[in-house]
Every structure is written in C-alpha cells, then in structure tokens.
C-alpha cells in the first residue's frame, strides 16, 4: 500500500520538472523571436542560390548581340533593343586599323573621344624595326559611342571589326527591386533597437543590421559598375603602320677608318691587361705574400738541417 501511495507523489514531481523546463524554453524562445522577428529574418537573408541565380541570369544576358565584320545589323539590333521598354545594354567595340601615319591617325582618335565627352582609359605605343603600333582604350558616352565608332573605322584600313551588345535589364531591375526591399527592411531593423529590452537582443539586432547593410552595399557596387558600363561604351583599338626599313648602302674600304680602329683595339688591349695585373697583384698579395714567407721558412729550415748533418762526426 505504501508503494502505491508514493507513486502519485513521484508522478507529480516528475510533471512538475517537465513543466518547468518547458516555460523556461518558452521563455528563451520568446525573447529570441523578439528581438528578430521571423518575417524580417526571412526577408533580410535571400537564399543561398539567389547569388548564382542573378549571376547565370547575367551570364545568360551577356553577349545578346555580337558580330564580327558584318557589324551594321549588329549595330542595328543594339539600337532596337535600347529602343525597346528603355533597355539597359552594355556596348563593347574592337577594331584593328592599318593607317598610313601613326601619330595622326592617334590624334584623330583623342579628337573624336574628346569631342564626344569621353576618356582614355589607356594608350600605349610600341615602335618596332619595321612598324609602330599602338593600343587605345577610350569610354565614351552611350549616347556618342556610334559617332566615335564611325569616326575611327574612317582612318584607315579596317582589318578587324568586332561589335557586342550584352543586355543587363534584367539583373539592372532585380538590383534596385533588392536595394529598396533591403532599405526597407534595414529601417524596421533599426526601429528594433527601441524595443530590445537586454544587452542579447541589442547584439542579436546589431549583427542583423550588419547583414543586412552588407548586402545593400554589395548590390549598390554591382549596380553602380553597371551603371558606368551602360552609361560609358568601351572602344577598343589597334592601330598600327608599315615602313620599309632603310636600305644601308655599302660603304668603300677606308684604310684610315681600320687603322684607327686596329689602333683602338690595341690600346684598349694593353688597358685590360695592365687593370688585370692591378688587381692580380694588390689583391693576390693576400694570398701570396704570406705563401712566400712559409716557403722561405721551411726552405731555411732545411737548409739548416741539411748543414747540422754534414758538420756532425760520423759514428
């Protein structure tokens, strides 16, 4: 009987730790929603696959239009699809140009970019035995890229023609739809510093804010590159010219050109041979000069020997 009676009592002491624990995880639980809630968690950390999402989708826009040789219908199909709902396109051109004078032909080229507003990027010329050639990089404005375009291919003979076209609309909108929906979100975030009630939900809130205000500046960096790619067309150019080397004509035979040179040849010689004994001799005296001593010394020594032998009696 007493058995039985003391299982109840166990029961409940039993019921009673499980109670307890529950409320105390209840409790954690609670203050942990409090401090971020689930909608703002959720929101604020896109998922893992959004990155590479956005990059396949501006690896499938990339390259919309490209043509080499036949560049007008390219040229056209750009403009189209500028045309076309305010399209976001990126404009790349390469051209290798064969001109008669370098040096003009490069002025042209900083004439037409600068006229157009644009920049160079880069410029660098090489000359050569038989050519000179030359590199330029010129960003010149969207608007401006097919007056600067026209101008260069007009400068001499174009041997390579290349025009692309990368269509950037779709990652251009989805950047700006992330930025604001991110502000958003940052703002909420920081309302939440008003209500956090200990020093646990003040960090849980501050390292939500840092999250949060590192993906807004990493979205703002991609989209203020695209801005500058869009905004400035790159022209790429090569530039280069062809000469004949100089025909050298043989000289006659000049018996006062060789002697002077025999001359030269002899003195410069004799001038080699006196440095090498120079240094042979103030630097070898090092080693030689203490080389000498022992040698006279042991020479002298046997020596020495040699006469205490010859004065000693025989036996």
């Given amino acids: 009987m007493n058995r039985l009676k003391r299982l109840p009592i166990f029961h409940l002491a039993l019921v009673a730790v499980l109670v307890t624990f529950a409320t105390v995880g209840g409790c954690g639980l609670q203050q942990s929603e409090k401090a971020i809630p689930p909608e703002i968690a959720e929101e604020a950390a896109p998922p893992p696959s959004a990155p590479m999402e956005r990059m396949d989708a501006a690896a499938t826009e990339g390259a919309d239009i490209a043509a080499t040789g036949d560049t007008e219908s390219a040229m056209a199909m750009i403009a189209a699809a500028e045309a076309a709902g305010d399209r976001k396109v990126i404009k790349t051109a390469e051209v290798d140009l064969e001109v008669e004078n370098l040096d003009e032909a490069q002025k042209s080229v900083l004439d037409s970019v600068d006229r157009a507003g644009g920049f160079i990027s880069s410029l660098t010329v090489n000359d050569y035995d038989t050519s000179r050639q030359a590199q330029i990089v010129a960003r010149v404005p969207s608007a401006q890229f ?90 790429t150019l090569s530039l280069h010219e062809y000469g004949e080397a100089p025909v050298q004509e043989t000289a006659g035979w000049r018996i006062l050109y060789h002697l002077r040179g025999a001359w030269r040849g002899l003195v410069g010689a004799v001038q080699w041979i006196v440095t090498a004994l120079i240094y042979i001799v103030i630097t070898g005296a090092v080693v030689w000069v203490p080389l000498l001593i022992v040698i006279a010394l042991i020479r002298r020594w046997v020596g020495r020997r040699r006469a205490a032998r010859q004065q000693a009696p025989p036996q």
């Fill in 146 to 235: 097919r007056v600067v375009y026209d101008a260069v291919k007009a400068l001499g003979k174009v041997e390579r023609d290349h025009l692309g076209g990368q269509d950037v609309t779709e990652e251009y909108m989805d950047l700006e739809r992330r930025i604001a929906n991110l502000q958003a979100q940052e703002q909420r975030v920081r309302e939440m510093f008003n209500e956090a009630d200990t020093v646990e939900e003040l960090l849980q809130v501050e390292q939500r804010l840092t999250e949060v205000r590192g993906q807004i500046e990493g979205h703002q960096g991609r989209l203020r590159y695209l801005k500058d790619q869009v905004g400035y067309s790159t022209l």
